[in-house]
DNA sequence: GGTTAATCGGTAATTAATTCTCTATATAGG
DNA sequence: CCTATATAGAGAATTAATTACCGATTAACC
């Protein structure tokens, strides 16, 4: 029954902070809460939302600790830090979980984000729309090559790069996806961090040095890749527990 | 000075069993080694590459260290792990470090790998330059759409699913890349298994339940895009340590 | 209404992972 | 050839994360 709760990911960011359950009691360095709660956090969202679609109106970590393979306590307490309050023998109302959830992830209303870099990549997150449903709205996309700019698929824009500024301030957008080859990523970060832009999605290989209080997080195919060549040649299990069941993230 | 090591990805197997350092003793069960220093190892390998180049020929794991922002105790039980061996004062001889990461990851030579569902984000893993430097080669695309087979876009073949069984036997092909709509995951993983796929690179958000031994790695946007949304929301940090710098993965 | 069964919430124990400390060694410099 | 030094390597200590445990609470059932 082998499963894990890996990521392939980097989060970077400076002013440690208010966290999930930074409530009025007003603590100095509240803990920064564990990544891998974070982590699972879309998964619980996403059983629940499912849950909820069809009628339910209860859940008990036990039912969520079945369906995703993990340990009952384990969900109780990342539930906890993300502000959920269960009763007893009946659980959690999926009407107040759900949107604390959603809350606590920043997903209430979708943030707006410019995609840079409009290759195979960029172009492939461009018209992905599976991420309404994760709070992320991609408004736009730029791109350097000439031929790429201006063509306007799917109903969204690319643009030269050269307008990034411009607009990324004047419509406020927070969020830069960076799929320029890695090359170029330490540059258009910078661009983009000029911009105005705090958070960083990072697909390109790419170690990147920002200034304090930008948030950057990595995504590194090759991470996951050596799990899986590795494990692949050598056959191995990554944990002498756990299970991959249910649905999820 | 911040910066984490953590990753979107879930591993499953089935046979615990030889691991990196699985040498001769035969111990009943080796430990599976930790995913962690799994996930290090392409960024390892990847400076080690580039400094080869550049003519070096040797490298400690304080050099490795400081490009990286790591612990150099940790890079050195890491490189113990994959079997590398250093000498005092000098350190680790690039000519031979690297070979061996390569072994270790099952790297060196690349896998033929099968991608399933020829959409957004299977054509830009299929044309994706990026792969060969990770030991991965693909070699074709499936897909159950009429309108996307046969289509050979930049001298990959898009097949007909009904042909994945065949080709992937004859083939040999032991890795599968989902890229199908979750919904279909399930199944189409089921057939690649069938097919004597042996490994599967889940980017569906599907949670795939498969015979022990078959290996799953999954990729979750969600997962990544929760820890970015949290911390750009709540603006915090990851851990009150470490540090971005160098280059990487 | 009392009883039972299931669940939350907090605390403690376990386990995994990282960091620290120390020793031995091989190399470079004198 | 000898010394000073940077380094690997092994093990201990620390820290973070997961899992186990225990009481309190609430709903359902008789
Ligand atoms: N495609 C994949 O499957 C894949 C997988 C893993 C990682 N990546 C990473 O994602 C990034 C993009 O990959 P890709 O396959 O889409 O490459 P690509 O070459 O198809 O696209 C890169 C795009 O960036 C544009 N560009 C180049 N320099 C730029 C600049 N300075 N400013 C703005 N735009 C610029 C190019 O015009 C091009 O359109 C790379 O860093 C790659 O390593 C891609
Ligand atoms: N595109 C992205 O940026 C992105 C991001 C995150 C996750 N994903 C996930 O990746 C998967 C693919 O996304 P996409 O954007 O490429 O979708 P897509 O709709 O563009 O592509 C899916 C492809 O799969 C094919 N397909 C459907 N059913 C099939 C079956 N049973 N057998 C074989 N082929 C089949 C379709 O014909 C289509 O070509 C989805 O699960 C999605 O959630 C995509």
């Not at 009952?72 to 109302?93: C, E, M």
Request: charged share 20%.
């Amino acid at each position: 029954m082998p499963e894990a709760w890996e990521s392939d990911a980097r989060t970077a960011t400076a002013r440690p902070c208010g966290a999930g359950g930074c409530d009025e009691k007003a603590e100095m360095s509240t803990p920064p809460l564990p990544a891998p709660t974070l982590r699972r956090m879309p998964a619980y969202l996403r059983l629940l939302r499912a849950w909820e679609a069809e009628g339910r109106d209860t859940v008990s970590c036990t039912h969520l600790a079945e369906a995703l393979g993990l340990d009952p306590t384990l969900i109780r307490k990342d539930l906890q830090l993300a502000g959920g309050s269960g009763r007893p023998k009946t659980g959690y109302r999926l009407a107040e979980l759900v949107p604390a959830l959603e809350a606590f992830l920043g997903w209430s209303h979708p943030s707006e984000a410019f995609v840079i870099g409009a290759g195979n990549l960029g172009l492939a997150l461009l018209h992905y729309q599976g991420f309404a449903a994760h709070g992320l709205s991609i408004v736009a996309a730029f791109d350097d090559d000439a031929r790429k700019v201006g063509t306007s698929s799917l109903g969204k824009r690319i643009f030269p790069l050269a307008k990034l500024a411009d607009l990324g301030q004047r419509m406020g957008v927070r969020l830069g996806i960076l799929c320029v080859p890695e090359a170029a990523a330490q540059a258009v970060a910078e661009t983009c961090c000029a911009a105005g832009m705090r958070g960083l999605w990072n697909f390109t290989g790419a170690r990147l040095q920002l200034p304090e209080g930008t948030v950057v997080e990595d995504i590194d195919l090759a991470q996951s890749l050596a799990l899986l060549s590795h494990r692949l040649s050598h056959r191995q299990a990554p944990h002498p527990a756990a299970s991959p069941i249910g649905t999820a993230p």
